[in-house]
C-alpha cells in the first residue's frame, strides 16, 4: 500500500469537517511513522496544532495516539485493516520451516500459532517502539483564561480553563482592579483605566455634595423645630 507523503492543509482540514459531522476518517501510516508505515488507523480528534506538532490522534488498536500530519494520508478506498503476513521463507536441510507470524496484528491472524496458549487478541498489545514511545507522552494542559470586565459601574473578573468555567465573574474593588491592570504594560490600557476610575470619583463627589447639602437642609429644619418648642 502507498503510504503517500503525509496529510496536506486541505487533506487536515477535510479530516475536521468529517469528525464533525460524527465520521472517523481512515488514515494510513507513511514512512515517517516507522515499523507501523502502511497500517490502516481511524481519526478521532484533531487537538490544537499550536500546542504540539502531534495533533492528529489516531486509534490504531486498542489504543489512541497523537500524530503529525507527515506521519499520515488519506487511506484509499477499500484500504483494510488486515496486516499483510510475510511469507515463510525457504526450509533448509539444518532447519524445518517455521510459520512467521506477523510483527503487528489487528484482527485475528489467519495463521495459528500453536506455540501460543493465551487468547489471539493478545497480540495487539505488541507494539513497535515508536507506539509505545508515544504512549507515554502526556497532552498539554488546557489552556487558561483570566477576565477583567468593567460594566455598569462595576470591576469583575471571571477565570476558565479551555471549555470548563473555573470562576463565574465576581466583583472586585476598583483598586483591586487598578492593582491588575497595573501588570498588563499595554499603552492605553492603564489610560482607559484612569479615565474609567475619573469619571467615578467625579460622580461620586457630585452625589457626595448632593446628601451634604440635603443633610444641610434637613439640620436646619431640625434646628427650627427645636426653637419652636
Known sequence: MDAGQGLSTDEVQSLRDALAAGRRPRVVFTASAGQIAGQVGQVVELTDPEVSDEFVVVRFGRDELPFSPA?????????????????????????????????????????PTPRREEPKVEQVEKAPARRAAKAVKPKGPAGLTVTLAYAEGEWTVAAQQGSKALAKPYVVKPAEALKMVALVDV???????????????????????????????????LAELREAR
Do not use: C, H, N, S
Open 71 to 111: 506521519d499520515l494520508a488519506v487511506a484509499p478506498k477499500g484500504a483494510g485493516r488486515r496486516v499483510a503476513e510475510p511469507k515463510p521463507e525457504p526450509p533448509t536441510q539444518e532447519q524445518p520451516p517455521a510459520v512467521a507470524e506477523p510483527e503487528f496484528v489487528l484482527d485475528t491472524p489467519r495463521v
Open 187 to 221: 499603552p492605553g490600557v492603564q489610560e482607559a483605566v484612569e479615565q474609567i476610575l475619573g469619571t467615578e470619583r467625579a460622580e461620586a463627589e457630585q452625589q457626595a455634595e448632593k446628601l451634604r447639602a440635603e443633610l444641610a437642609e434637613i439640620e436646619a429644619r
